[in-house]
Every structure is written in structure tokens, then in C-alpha cells.
């Protein structure tokens, strides 16, 4: 597996408070990207970066937000948590080729 | 934007057939292909992968098969053996738009034994 770990790797919380879910890399890889994964969707692209504090919306991007600020760290905020952001979410790494390598995923839920 | 269509969602085998998954999708400048194998509780694996410039790459039992006049790809698998059961995803990107990914939704191969 490439480099990736992402943390924490449960988490449970109430509706209406912040959480903030970290993806670490030690490739040194320029992209990075956030999914969720539901049953039924496959996997939605949440929000990416392209670079140090390059980032852009996904397809899902409502109720998150990102952040960048070194290369190895890229940091997704639900800064007000509701029952339907409960889902496993993966950290994804590219070096821009096209193949993207995935961390091991947060299993996030909110009651 | 791409939308990515997968079939069937649900696979299920005899141990040595052939397995087949396909995939549409919408956008035409879309040029690179790539499989995920999700095994219960894991990350998803990249497997294979096309390029649009290729209508054909194979990598042991696993080979990967692109129409692009037809905008659809597909994953077979010959030979099946159980520890092939998992989820499978495809997925699409344009390529030099920040290397995007659209996925499918998944298919659930089970082989049994």
C-alpha cells in the first residue's frame, strides 16, 4: 500500500458539532482527495487539491470544506455534522498520472 | 459532467467460470479507465487500468476491454476463485482535469466454491 494513513479510523459524534478527519501521505504526491462511500453510490468525490492550498469542489461538496497547507496533509472539516454525513470516508493520492492510491478509510458516525 | 454506468450490481460465479462486469459512460473526451477491487472492510485496490489510446490489456487472469465508439469498458475475469469475491469498481476521468475520478456504483462478485 502507498503511503497513506488517514485518522482517526472511527469516529462517532453528535449531530451539530465539528469534526475535522486528517489524510497523511509520505509520497510527496501533488493531488489528494477526499470520497465517501455509501451503500448504493460507490464512491462520491467530496473536495480535492491540486497543491498546497489548491483545492476545489467535488460532487458532493456541501457541508465540508479542506483544507492544505503542506503537501503531506490534506484535512476535510464538517464543520456542523448531520445524520446524513454518516459514511465511510477515503483519502485518496495521486501523482497526476491518472492512478489514484487510497488510504484506509474513516468510518464516521453521527447520531 | 461524466456519469459513469455500471452492470450488473450483483455477480455470482461457479469457481473457474468467467466473470464479465461493464461499464458505460457519458463523456467522450474521458481517456483513462481504471478497475478497483474492494475486498469487506478494506480500501479499494486498483487492479487494472485502460488508457483510451488501447482497446485491450490483460495482466494475468484479469484483462480490461475499451469500445470507445460505444463509450464502454469491461472487466473480465477468467478462471474465478474465491478470493476474487469483492466488490469491483470502474471509473473514468478526463484526464488533465486535475485527474478526476467518476466511479460506478459497484458490482458484488461472490464465487462459490
Known amino acids: 500500500d502507498a503511503g497513506i494513513t488517514q485518522s482517526p479510523r472511527h469516529k462517532v459524534t453528535e449531530t451539530g458539532t465539528p469534526v475535522t478527519l486528517r489524510c497523511h501521505q509520505t509520497e510527496n504526491h501533488r493531488y489528494m482527495y477526499w470520497y465517501r462511500q455509501d451503500p448504493g453510490h460507490g464512491l462520491r468525490l467530496i473536495h480535492y487539491s491540486y497543491g498546497v492550498k489548491d483545492t476545489d469542489k467535488g460532487e458532493v461538496s456541501d457541508g465540508y470544506s479542506v483544507s492544505r497547507s503542506k503537501t503531506e496533509d490534506f484535512l476535510l472539516t464538517l464543520e456542523s455534522a448531520t445524520s446524513s454525513q454518516t459514511s465511510v470516508y477515503f483519502c485518496?493520492?495521486?501523482?497526476?498520472?491518472?492512478?489514484?492510491?487510497f488510504g484506509p478509510g474513516t468510518r464516521l458516525t453521527v447520531t | 459532467g461524466e456519469n459513469v454506468e455500471q452492470h450488473p450490481s450483483t455477480l455470482s460465479v461457479q469457481e473457474g467460470d468467467s466473470a464479465v462486469i461493464k461499464c458505460t459512460y457519458s463523456d467522450s473526451a474521458s481517456n483513462y479507465f481504471p478497475w478497483y477491487k474492494q475486498e469487506l472492510g478494506k480500501r479499494p485496490q486498483l487492479i487494472i487500468d485502460?488508457?483510451?489510446?488501447?482497446g485491450e490489456k490483460k495482466d494475468q487472469r484479469i484483462a480490461v476491454t475499451l469500445n470507445k465508439t460505444a463509450k464502454h469498458f469491461s472487466l473480465h475475469i477468467t478462471e474465478t476463485q474465491p478470493e476474487d469475491s469483492a466488490v469491483y469498481f470502474c471509473?473514468?476521468?478526463?484526464?488533465?482535469?486535475?485527474?478526476?475520478?467518476?466511479f460506478g456504483k459497484g458490482t458484488l462478485l461472490t464465487v462459490n466454491p
Open positions: 485502460i488508457r483510451s489510446n488501447v
Open positions: 485518496a493520492i495521486s501523482e497526476g498520472g491518472n492512478e489514484q492510491y
Open positions: 471509473a473514468a476521468s478526463r484526464g488533465g482535469s486535475n485527474y478526476k475520478l467518476t
